[in-house]
């Protein structure tokens, strides 16, 4: 059992898994997969009164629909991950970012969150993030997810570039 | 009832296989932008041929779902804020190690960081419900 719940899965199994939800979210549920758009729904929940033309549409008229739900699974299914694997509780490390930065804790709030926004802006023009354009997009054979695909890796190989060499030095 | 705990099991699939196989973690997109582990873009890759074959098996019986619905598969328009989107969305992927998918599951695995990514997204996604207010054609 420590092949499915202690070590890591090797790439073609988590692909595989991953890959198959797409077909199976159609077939029992009718639904794409994606998540980014959930977080639609995380907005309206703090912001209930929000007069926001796009956060009134048909999409979040029900703030607890499938996608909110859909997050909630997705938090849980990492936590059981987290348990099955005795990863501690809380940790504030992020891998390598934190172990060749010797910021205090507090500098990590701004740098984050600081991604978070690029992704969370990028995802909604561009129609969808990693799951709902380069997974689902791609596996439905979709130009459109081709062109964001390809841009989210080049450009994030060249972020990453100037990341090394500025903040990590090397 | 059964289609809420159906996406909720779904979720919870979609998050520990995630977790499992080390997409949540910040050092295998980091490798995988500097070239030396390709690790995660060779689960992306082996995701994309099992869902398209998926699809195509589906479309092949009939294009049906379980309850016998023609399946719809969303659509994802092309135009120029794909690829303004694109570069936003490679740079905050770069910068925080983590997709809006994966910076949920690192909440779920303890990674208080993953908290701050996860704000940010929540912020970006109002920064663009504000310019979709003032310019309702993006």
């Not at chain 1, 898994?17 to 549920?29: E, K, N, Q, S």
């Not at chain 2, 309850?67 to 925080?96: C, D, H, M, R």
């Amino acid at each position: 059992m420590n092949f499915l719940f202690v070590d890591l899965w090797p790439w073609w199994l988590g692909g595989i898994a991953i890959g198959l939800l797409v077909p199976f979210l159609y077939y029992f549920l009718n639904t794409a997969l994606g998540v980014s758009t959930g977080y639609g729904n995380l907005l309206k929940f703090i912001l209930p009164e929000t007069k926001l033309a796009w956060l009134n549409s048909e999409t979040y008229k029900n703030k607890f629909n499938w996608r909110f739900i859909f997050i909630i699974g997705m938090i849980i299914g990492g936590f059981l991950s987290a348990r099955a694997s005795n990863m501690p509780f809380i940790t504030s490390e992020m891998g390598l970012f934190t172990e060749a930065t010797s910021w205090p804790f507090i500098a990590y709030i701004p740098w984050f969150f600081a991604g978070g926004v690029f992704l969370g802006l990028g995802a909604r023009l561009a129609g969808g993030c990693t799951s709902g354009h380069s997974i689902h997009g791609l596996a439905s054979l979709q130009i459109s997810s081709l062109v964001a695909t390809v841009l989210f890796l080049l450009v994030g190989a060249v972020t990453t570039f100037f990341i090394r060499l500025i903040v990590f030095r090397g | 009832m059964v289609k809420k705990l159906g996406y909720l099991l779904a979720g919870v699939f979609f998050g520990f296989t995630l977790s499992r196989s080390g997409a949540s973690e910040y050092n295998y997109i980091y490798y995988m932008f500097t070239g030396e582990n390709f690790k995660l873009a060779f689960l992306m890759a082996t995701a994309i041929v099992t869902g398209a074959i998926g699809l195509a098996v589906l479309k092949w019986s009939g294009n049906k779902d379980i309850n016998g619905q023609e399946i719809k598969i969303s659509k994802k328009p092309l135009n120029q804020y794909t690829i303004v989107g694109g570069i936003l969305f490679g740079i905050g992927w770069a910068i925080s190690g983590a997709c809006p998918g994966t910076a949920l599951v690192q909440i779920g695995e303890g990674k208080i960081i993953g908290l701050f990514t996860v704000f940010g997204i929540v912020c970006g996604t109002y920064i663009y419900a504000l310019l979709v207010q003032k310019n309702p054609q993006i």
